[in-house]
């Protein structure tokens, strides 16, 4: 069965600041990979997501993700963070298609000014 | 595109009631799930239905809580009775290409 985890509770970054966010899977086969953002009281918005190919990959508001097979992580950066990156952020794993989608505890960002 | 569709936003009921939240997929999409998010926590699956079939239910306490799809479209999810430590955010979505979309969810108070 899959599973994720995300080891930082929580994390504060100044604004500017470089962030990256970790996430580690665990799968049997090649995963389907994902990070969603969660602002209070909205729902998920799918940030980014890796299927095959390259393994870095690109998502909306200038975040990156690297899939590393090795270390089976999936870890989330974005190198200067907005005040409006302030969010819950949620790693998840999928499988083939018509698979569910399992979710880890998220990350809380906090961002000072 | 219309995206998925919620209802209620919001819903506060006394324990040992019942409820009842309303989703609709975006269109054409196969795959229908429900999810449970405690505060602080992930999206735990709750059930996914694969048209009007259910593919996977092992975590929904059938006891209280019961879904169906009827005609492979829209979808209802029923708590009855409901207890308090069913408080949480029940997240609607639909998949298509191995990409799931969320709706904006229901949160759920019992008090």
């Known amino acids: 069965a899959q599973s994720v985890t995300q080891p930082d509770i929580h994390i504060t970054v100044s604004e500017g600041a470089s962030l990256e966010l970790r996430c580690n899977y665990s799968y049997g086969a090649t995963p389907y990979l994902f990070w969603y953002v969660q602002s209070p009281g909205q729902g998920l918005q799918l940030l980014l997501k890796y299927f095959s190919g390259d393994t870095l990959v690109q998502g909306i508001k200038g975040f990156e993700a690297e899939f590393k097979r090795s270390q089976s992580s999936f870890n989330l950066r974005k190198p200067s963070v907005h005040w409006s990156d302030a969010a819950e952020y949620f790693c998840?794993?999928?499988?083939?298609?018509?698979?569910?989608?399992?979710f880890g505890p998220g990350t809380r960002l906090s961002v000072l000014p | 595109e219309a995206g998925v569709a919620q209802s209620p936003r919001y819903k506060i009921i006394e324990k040992r009631q019942s409820v009842a939240f309303w989703c609709n997929p975006i269109s054409g999409h196969a795959t229908l799930y429900w999810y449970q998010q405690i505060l602080g926590q992930g999206p735990k699956l709750l059930i996914q239905f694969q048209n009007n079939g259910v593919v996977d239910d092992s975590q929904l306490p059938k006891d209280r809580f019961s879904a169906e799809r009827l005609k492979g479209v829209d979808s209802t999810l029923k708590i009855q009775p409901a207890k308090l430590e069913d408080s949480a955010v029940y997240l609607c979505?639909?998949?298509?290409?191995?990409?799931?979309?969320f709706g904006q969810g229901t949160r759920l108070t019992v008090v």
């Open positions: 998840a794993v999928g499988a083939n298609y018509g698979q569910n989608f399992v």
């Open positions: 979505a639909s998949s298509w290409g191995g990409l799931a979309f």
